[in-house]
């Protein structure tokens, strides 16, 4: 490996945070990219003592601009791990052209714009780990959500091809695909709704964040240079892709 260091977008908050900081214990340089949360992200930097770049996924050119400083800071990123994400849910026929846009741009677009501005290095480098948090709503759909199951759908389709295209380079192209996770987000639904998920849920929990963070630590490394194109489920399942 030419360089242990970690990107990571949405990498303040939640699955994300605990994606940064599973790295950083694993060794890597990490950068933890954030949209908007100036307050959170100041904390998790004075917590983790992980550094924190701010831009939008959804803008190309700050995707090269930001990547570009974290390079110049950190060294040559070798694992970008695609976390950013939002949600504009609402039933299809009360969607508007702005909620559609908005998660398309984030979820998916902003995949190709953190992608591609590292892809010629890592293709010099013969070596790269692209990691990208999709969703169990990618994989089964989900009422309310065809904005974000569409653009999560479309992150493993964007994963299965570039993994063609990066193999002989060195390049593992991977997916992740979480179920539900004990994030504030999810806490924050009221119990009643929350006992109805884990009521789905054969485990019959939610998930931790450290667990999908465990998988991204194991998807980044060495040892799983044979693994590429390859979609994790991590569901406790509640559904077999």
Known sequence: MTSKTALVTGGTRGIGAAISVALKNA???????????DEAAQRFKDETGIPVYKWSVAEYEACAAGIAQVEADLGPVSVLVNNA??????????MTPQQWREVIDTNLSGVFNMTHPLWGGMRERKFGRVITI??????????????YSAAKAGDLGFTKALAQEGARAGITVNAICPGYIATDMVMAVPEKVRESIIAQIPVGRLGEAEEIAR?????????????????????????FA
């Open 27 to 37: 060794g890597y340089s990490v950068a933890a990219n954030y949209a908007g949360n």
């Open 85 to 94: 994400g939002i949600t504009r849910d609402t039933l299809f026929h009360k």
């Open 215 to 239: 998988c991204v630590v194991f998807l980044a490394s060495d040892e799983a240079g044979f693994i590429t194109g390859s979609t994790i489920s991590a569901n406790g399942g509640q559904y």
């Open 134 to 147: 999709s969703s169990i709503n990618g994989q089964k759909g989900q009422l309310g959500q065809v904005n």
